[in-house]
């Protein structure tokens, strides 16, 4: 079999200075090729930051119309304090402002956070070890504007976020009211902040750590220390002066709709001014490729996992597996753990489960932990989705970074390199999957829910059917559009969380919300598992992988 490459001529981003427009200072142009890279990514979490906020205002006039129900919900959730610490603090429940406020805070912040971190560890340490750098560095500009000027495209990037979640803010005020438009601003303002506050530490990580997996990896360590620090803070009342030490507990002391405090936004604008100074100043200083954490030379070689390429694969996989799966732990370990509380709260407020019913297609009553387990292990399946389609770009970046040119020098096929690929990928979802049910038990059994063991493996298997069809569907674009591979991955899982989410705030038909997959999840276990729906997403997954596996082994590789 001939292996063939694509000529200079097909590559047009393998130079980025000169595949853009020669106006402008260099600066400028590097400041657009990064925008360029992020700006579709931030355009689809502006439209979930949007549609989630629209969603919580719109849900909240119409489960929760009475003054008694939403005192109500008020008490139920200011006093419990594993609610508190999974979602913040209660403040003025009882207005639709307060409940909006409280809901988006929980989550956005998160959701804006991790993806400034990627995305700065991917533009800055990422395009380093791809090359790319070397290109950008031989006109007049050096590495301390460089990142300064990488560093301005995410901020704009940030705008764009911004500026959809303002205009969901805006709009859905304007249709509904209960929101004056000047505190949805500071609330839009608060749930997009932490891209660049994050983005600082991805910026800095970037320069000390040897590589882009690295960098992600120690930034993400950081992410979750702030995480845990604002848990600890918002679950216990003597705690509560820990939120003063983290970026996350900061945002919350914004108190956008609920008293808004505006010098809460001081250590976060000095956050990452000091972040970002150092930043630059470190990537001044060093030499291009070179890492403060960089790997001794003189190292003993490791030959575990070089026997073939599917164990190699593994091996390359073990430092993810090992992130997703603590994360994902944690995650199940909190699900589990507030599942009484939130079925004790739902028993108590009729208003609390109509919410549920009108922000889900899902028929579930979580008034039981069975319940609740069962709705949040669909969310997580999302997660694991996400995960899968992250095997797939990290087969294209070996493609595209010319190591596998090398190793299909070897007596290795296409065919065999990505089939070992596939089944690499496949198992460290199960096993992640495994150790988040597991993980949701414990916490379940530390909280005092009646949810066994079984039940919540039943559970974590249960969403691996879904998790199969869009690793295969990932794999198929991986084939036909290796460029897009990542747009392709994550775009299909985003667009079926939403498609699914936005069917059921307008309740659409059956028909319409069958064509998102996450639609088809039985609700384990609150129900039995639905074999003739599973069966089906692995038929699928499984021929899109195969078809993929079979268009890759007849197509030339594609660089960078």
Request: net charge positive.
């Amino acid at each position: 079999m001939a292996r063939t490459t694509e000529s200079p001529a097909a590559l047009p981003r393998t130079a980025p200075i000169a595949s853009t427009r020669t106006t402008g200072s260099p600066a400028a142009l590097v400041g657009r090729l990064a925008f360029r890279e992020l700006v579709r990514g931030a355009i689809v979490w502006g439209a979930v930051f949007a549609l989630t906020l629209a969603a919580s205002v719109f849900a909240y006039e119409s489960t929760y119309g009475t003054a008694a129900e939403r005192a109500e919900l008020l008490r139920g959730i200011g006093s419990n304090s594993g609610i508190r610490a999974l979602f913040g603090p209660a403040r003025e429940m009882d207005t639709v402002a307060g409940f909006t406020a409280w809901r988006t805070l929980s989550l956005l912040p998160l959701v804006a956070g991790v993806w400034g971190l990627l995305v700065a560890t991917r533009l800055l340490r990422g395009e380093e070890d791809r090359g790319r750098w070397e290109t950008i560095l031989a006109s007049p500009l050096g590495r301390a504007r460089a990142t300064i000027a990488t560093l301005a495209a995410i901020g704009a990037g940030t705008g764009v976020l911004f500026a959809l979640t303002t205009g969901a803010v805006v709009l859905t005020a304007a249709v509904q009211g209960g929101i004056p438009v000047g505190g949805g601003l500071w609330l839009a303002l608060a749930l997009c902040i932490a891209a660049p506050a994050f983005a600082a530490v991805g910026a800095l990580t970037a320069q000390i750590a040897p590589t882009r997996r690295a960098a992600a990896a120690l930034a993400g360590a950081v992410f979750g220390a702030a995480y845990l620090v604002r848990v600890a803070a918002d679950g216990s009342s003597s705690l509560g002066w820990l939120r003063w030490l983290t970026p996350l507990g900061w945002i919350e002391e914004m108190r956008p709709l609920t008293g808004a405090r505006p010098i809460a936004l001081l250590p976060l604008l000095a956050w990452i001014a000091v972040l970002v100074a150092a930043s630059a100043w470190i990537a001044r200083r060093r030499d291009l490729g070179a890492a403060a954490l960089a790997r001794r030379d003189d190292r003993p070689p490791r030959h575990a996992g070089l026997r073939s390429a599917a164990s190699f694969s593994l091996r390359e996989s073990l430092g993810g597996l090992v992130g997703w799966a603590l994360a994902m732990a944690l995650t199940g370990l909190i699900f589990g753990f507030v599942s009484k509380a939130v079925a004790d709260l739902a028993r108590t407020s009729a208003g609390l489960r109509e919410h549920v019913r009108s922000t889900t297609s899902a028929p579930i009553d979580i008034a039981s932990a069975r319940g609740y387990l069962a709705l949040v292990f669909i969310f997580l399946a999302v997660a694991l989705s996400l995960y899968a389609a992250s095997h797939a770009t990290a087969a294209r970046e070996e493609e595209a970074t010319g190591r596998l040119d090398t190793l299909l020098g070897q007596p290795v096929t296409r065919r065999r390199w990505l089939a070992g690929r596939v089944l690499v990928a496949a198992t460290c979802v199960a096993v992640v999957a495994l150790v988040t049910g597991l993980a949701a038990w414990a916490g379940a059994a530390a909280g005092g829910a009646e949810a066994g063991l079984g039940d919540l493996l039943k559970a974590s298997l249960n969403a691996l059917p879904v998790v199969a069809l869009f690793l295969g569907l990932s794999v198929l674009g991986f084939a036909v559009a290796p460029r897009h591979t990542g747009a392709i991955g994550f775009g299909l899982v985003g667009f079926a969380y939403l498609w699914e989410q936005t069917g059921a705030i307008v309740r659409a038909p059956e028909w319409v919300l069958s064509i998102s997959p996450f639609h088809w999840l039985a609700l384990v276990p609150a129900e039995p598992f639905d074999v003739s729906a599973s069966l089906a997403m692995l038929a699928a997954g499984a021929t899109a992988a195969l078809v993929g596996i079979e268009l890759f082994h007849r197509r030339d590789l594609v660089s960078a």
